[in-house]
């Protein structure tokens, strides 16, 4: 791989070009339909390297995996606090106390923009149980992750919370440069698949049918579920990563302490997440704090948006088992 460099570059600008092309919602960039999937263009070189080079997996490896706006700052908090319930047992000096999910989760694909021996060692340095996360499509993931038995933590999000979540995020952190997109495009383009990592059906339903099938190596959550019942899942997870509770841990408080650190209001509050940027972007932390609810599609949606998403969640997931409260 040493002398890869140029011939690598030459060929992700080859790959580009050659990919269909649509305009992206409210950024400065187009995106791409790569494998079956809209990758931001910004983002596809690290993507298909990622895919090619990520090949030191660990059994201990957690994959946190989301379709953007889903929770994924969330479920990063809660995996990381649970996975390490061991080693911090006291909230005092922990390390999400001081440095932001996605700084201490980081994301796979995009580790891999640089250069990719950096990289990897740098990876490879990581603390054991290694936490990353990742927004790329199931069928896309390296063979690596598939066929080794690392653990993949997916959580998804109503359709209509993720839009709104998406619709305010992206125009939020979009150039002053740029115009807003208004809602009713950023809704044809979420109607027929057209955002980051989208399809949002089909990364779904990519991680779906593969929990049905492999249920020891893919966790399927809902925000919604966890919302309501997070007690019960933050359980559900430490079983699945195999580092469960202990009747004493529990009835000392520890997984009511790991909720209360992860929570919405607990982390948007942070000094650590309310100011500086984070990412190649160069995104306001705070940006990723918004409302932190379910059910604000209620503030934004008209009677014919509703109907048309209903259908659309309807036939896209119809036969797979999955569904929504309020679509089905
Ligand atoms: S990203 O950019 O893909 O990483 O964004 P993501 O984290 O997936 O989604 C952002 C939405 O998650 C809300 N959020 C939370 N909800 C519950 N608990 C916690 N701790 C939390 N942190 C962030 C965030 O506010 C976004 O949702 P909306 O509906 O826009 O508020």
Known sequence: MASMGGIQENEDEKL????PKEKPWAQPYDLYLFQNFWCPG??????????????????????????PKSGTIWIKAL?????????????????????????LVPFLEFSFGGNIQDQILHLSNMT????FGTHTPFTSLPKSIKESNCKLVYICRDPF???????????????????????????EKYCNGIMDYGPWWSHMLGYWNESIANPNKVLFLKYEDLKED????????????????????????????????????????????????IGRGGIEKKDFFRKGEKGDWVNYFTPSMQEKLSAIV??????SGLSFKKCS
């Open 42 to 67: 910004i983002h596809i070189q690290a993507v298909n390297r990622f895919q090619k080079y990520f090949e030191a997996v660990k059994d201990s490896d957690v994959v946190v995996a989301s379709f």
């Open 230 to 277: 997070t007690n019960f899942h933050v359980k559900r997870i430490a079983e699945f990563l195999g580092c469960p509770f202990t009747q004493k841990e529990e009835s000392s408080g520890v997984i009511q302490s790991i909720i209360k650190l992860c929570s919405f209001e607990n982390m948007k509050d942070l000094e650590v997440n309310k100011s500086g940027k």
């Open 79 to 103: 995996t990381f606090s649970i996975a390490n319930h061991h080693r911090f047992p006291s909230l005092e000096n922990h390390p999400l106390l001081t440095t932001n999910p996605h700084e």
């Open 128 to 131: 054991e149980p290694r936490i």
């Open 16 to 19: 580009i070009l050659s990919l």
């Open 161 to 187: 919370d993720n839009f709104v979540s998406a619709w305010n995020y992206f125009n939020k952190v979009k150039p002053m440069s740029l115009p807003a997109l208004t809602m009713e495009e950023a809704f």
């Open 314 to 319: 309807e036939e896209k997931l119809s036969g």
